[in-house]
């Protein structure tokens, strides 16, 4: 199947530092790729969609100031967490849809988990 | 009402019992269902798809109820190895479009 991956898979940083999560596409191209995030015992909520070229599409109560997503190219997509709290402090991940013989699926990457001091 | 529920859990239950897990969803418009496992501190992985005929892959089987807006996933014999959080994921347009997850419901299979 599909390959997407996730950098950093863990990142503990210091409170009002900005952090970056870069997520590729290994052997496809993705047009479009999800970001997630995901608290304690909670499921996965989405935060955004990156569209390669253009604008993200944030979702209702995300800041679009403090979560940045740039979609350079058909392969790679970055999260910016720009002045992280404690209250950031969560898994982030993504995913990108591709054809895997049947409906298209979405491959999600592995996860960075982002600890906030 | 939220987009997609699941039955709340845990489900604890010795190996090599039988347990189902149910959920529905509220968008009629909702064209692709899936079952997600997804391991403690891991990214969710596909189960198996759901499709309206049903199916089934070895020891899981799920169904899809249009009408009542329902999906359902059976496991039998269960594994100490199926622990885990199984999501239920529904999308509204077939391609593209962003995956809606259900809270999940955590299975322990004990021995």
């Known amino acids: 199947g599909a390959v997407v991956s996730q950098h950093p898979s863990r990142v503990i940083c210091k409170s009002g530092t900005s952090v970056k999560i870069e997520c590729r596409s290994l052997d496809f191209q993705a047009t479009t790729m999800f970001w997630y995030r995901q608290f304690p015992k909670q499921s996965l909520m989405l935060m955004a969609t990156s569209n390669e070229g253009s604008k993200a599409t944030y979702e209702q109560g995300v800041e679009k100031d403090k979560f940045l997503i740039n979609h350079a190219s058909l392969t790679l997509s970055t999260l910016t967490v720009t002045s992280a709290h404690p209250e950031d402090s969560s898994f982030y991940i993504c995913s990108a849809p591709a054809l895997a013989g049947g409906p298209y699926e979405q491959f999600f990457g592995p996860g960075t988990r982002l600890t906030v001091l | 009402r939220k987009e997609v529920e699941q039955d709340p859990g845990p489900f604890n239950v010795p190996e090599g019992a039988t347990v189902a897990f149910n959920c529905t969803y509220s968008?009629?418009?909702?064209?692709?269902f899936f079952w997600y496992r997804q391991d403690c501190r891991k990214e969710p992985k596909l189960l198996m798809s759901?499709?309206?005929s049903g199916n089934e892959d070895g020891r899981f089987t799920a169904q899809l109820n249009r009408a009542s807006q329902y999906i359902s996933l059976l496991i039998r014999d269960s594994k100490l190895s199926d622990s885990a959080t199984y999501l239920c994921?529904?999308?509204?347009?077939?391609?593209?479009?962003?995956?809606?997850f259900g809270p999940g419901t955590r299975l322990s299979v004990l021995p």
């Open positions: 968008n009629s418009a909702s064209q692709s």
């Open positions: 994921v529904v999308t509204s347009r077939s391609w593209g479009q962003n995956f809606v």
């Open positions: 759901v499709y309206s």
